[in-house]
């Protein structure tokens, strides 16, 4: 979406381990990325002005509270051009979380606007990664993807994130993406929209057939590393 190239941008000592950025797509033009840092670090969101390079640190509510944040997608822009954030804490290294948060956070005012508490159908696991989707009813969501990469694939899990969706959900798996052996971080959509970057410790791979559809993902081939 932007080309910036190399850009200098102010760190901010009291975020440590960032484990994840999202562009705002509803700052009027303006380049803005909202950021999060790992478990254990506090309960902060960054703001970073790629204009100006400058990150600004913000604390969120009490009851946004950091397990193990990994994760952030967009939420659902509303006509007063109010928009929003989720943060993902769904990050869990020895797979054993009973639930995990998804709590959804207003910009610019950063209140909490709502949270969502998921357990997995088929039982706990580390998280990483996760892409925004809409499923072919139209429901917007995320696909959540398993951080281990092995002979038996990640399972990728479906978490409803409508306005209509229940507080507590118990998330459904959808999918195994196959053909990554390395434990997978992040799952950002690639530029064309069609394809998603797996990132893993040891390289990225390209999906170009990613697609979803009835509230599914498909994988037909190999995901190439790039």
């Known amino acids: 979406m932007f080309d910036l190239g190399p850009q200098p941008i102010q760190v901010v000592t009291e975020m440590p381990e960032l484990s994840a950025a999202l562009w705002d797509l509803s700052a009027n033009g303006e380049l803005v990325t909202w950021s999060i840092s790992d478990g254990g670090n506090g309960s902060y ?105 092995s002979n038996r694939g990640a399972r990728m899990a479906w978490v409803d994130l409508s306005p209509e969706a229940g507080s507590v959900q118990q998330l459904p798996d959808q999918a195994v993406l196959t053909g990554i052996p390395f434990s997978i971080t992040d799952a950002p959509w690639d ?20 697609s979803e559809g009835e509230g599914n993902c498909v994988t037909p081939g190999r995901p190439k590393r790039v």
């Open 45 to 149: 969101i960054g703001r970073t002005d790629w204009t100006t390079g400058v990150t600004t640190r913000y604390s969120l509510p009490d009851e946004v509270e950091n397990r193990d944040w990994e994760a952030m997608v967009p939420g659902v822009s509303t006509a007063e051009g109010a928009s929003s954030i989720w943060i993902l804490d769904v990050g869990d290294n020895k797979a054993k979380r009973k639930d995990v948060q998804f709590y959804e956070i207003e910009i610019p005012a950063l209140t909490l606007k709502r949270t969502i508490v998921g357990s997995y159908a088929a039982g706990p696991r580390n998280v990483e990664g996760a892409l925004a989707a809409t499923s072919s009813l139209g429901v917007p969501g995320a696909y959540l993807i398993e951080k281990t990469g």
């Open 191 to 210: 530029s064309s929209g069609k394809g998603a970057l797996f990132l893993t410790y040891f390289g990225i791979y390209a999906c170009q057939e990613f």
